[in-house]
């Protein structure tokens, strides 16, 4: 689908987890998209999606092809990011629960606890409000999920559960989610995150 979202460039994270089905949704939506394994491949896009999967092995494998950096400038440089479940972890300024030796790319003033909702059996689906993302409730997937515990300055909850646990989170072009958006069909997440990186790359070229 051609559209208002043709220009934007957006890289997804591509050592483990949906990465193809992140794809598949932003393509429909318009976007050009590409998977970023390297930091050359970082500098062409304009956003990036870090998907889900395991925290612990995603932040192996970004420091083995040497991206901890290159994403951790990208973030601190204002590039978007949408993180969802284990992507929500790795931008994380604290992680609760983490392996021994993990690290977060951080950026995101937040304290996420790791598998908060139990094991893989123990998955979930819910319909969210998410105002400000749509007026009508959005489902959303839980897969071992992590939920954020504490939220600093500058960032804003954008959904909770009924029982008020925080399952997504923003912060100035950092959108960290803890559940799958990319599996059910509904691309109204995408969709917003799109819009906010087409006003990032509006305000970059007037800059300019």
Same mark, same amino acid.
Do not use: W
């Given at each position: 689908? +051609?559209?208002?979202?043709?220009?934007?460039?957006?890289?997804?994270? +591509?050592?483990?987890?949906?990465?193809?089905?992140?794809?598949?949704?932003?393509?429909?939506?318009?976007?050009?998209?590409?998977?970023?394994?390297?930091?050359?491949?970082?500098?062409?896009?304009?956003?990036?999606?870090?998907?889900?999967?395991?925290?612990?092995?995603? %932040?192996?494998?970004?420091?083995?092809? !040497?991206?901890?950096?290159?994403?951790?400038? +990208?973030?601190?440089?204002?590039?978007?990011?949408? !993180?969802?479940?284990?992507?929500?972890?790795?931008?994380?300024?604290?992680?609760? %629960?983490?392996?021994?030796?993990?690290?977060?790319?951080? $950026?995101?003033?937040?304290?996420?606890?790791?598998?908060?909702? !139990?094991?893989?059996?123990?998955?979930?689906?819910?319909?969210?409000?998410?105002?400000?993302?749509?007026?009508?409730?959005?489902?959303?997937?839980?897969?071992?999920?992590?939920?954020?515990?504490?939220? $600093?300055?500058?960032?804003?909850?954008?959904?909770?559960?009924? %029982?008020?646990?925080?399952?997504?989170?923003?912060?100035?072009?950092?959108? $960290?989610?803890?559940?799958?958006?990319?599996?059910?069909? %509904?691309?109204?997440?995408?969709?917003?995150?799109?819009?906010?990186?087409?006003?990032?790359?509006?305000?970059?070229?007037?800059?300019?």
């Amino acid at each position: 689908m +051609a559209g208002k979202y043709s220009h934007l460039r957006i890289g997804v994270l +591509a050592f483990q987890g949906d990465v193809r089905e992140h794809m598949q949704v932003l393509s429909t939506l318009g976007a050009q998209v590409i998977k970023v394994r390297r930091p050359e491949e970082l500098a062409t896009v304009d956003a990036l999606v870090i998907p889900g999967g395991e925290s612990s092995v995603m %932040d192996k494998l970004v420091r083995q092809f !040497g991206m901890q950096q290159p994403l951790r400038s +990208a973030i601190a440089d204002g590039m978007p990011v949408f !993180g969802t479940c284990a992507g929500l972890i790795m931008m994380a300024d604290n992680v609760v %629960d983490a392996i021994v030796e993990q690290e977060s790319l951080g $950026g995101l003033h937040v304290d996420v606890r790791r598998n908060a909702f !139990g094991t893989q059996i123990d998955s979930f689906e819910v319909d969210l409000p998410m105002p400000g993302v749509s007026e009508e409730l959005i489902p959303a997937t839980f897969i071992r999920a992590p939920i954020v515990e504490r939220v $600093g300055e500058g960032v804003r909850v954008i959904s909770q559960l009924h %029982d008020g646990r925080i399952v997504a989170v923003e912060q100035d072009n950092l959108l $960290g989610i803890s559940f799958h958006p990319e599996v059910n069909g %509904d691309p109204r997440v995408h969709e917003y995150f799109l819009g906010r990186v087409a006003q990032y790359v509006e305000k970059k070229k007037a800059k300019i």
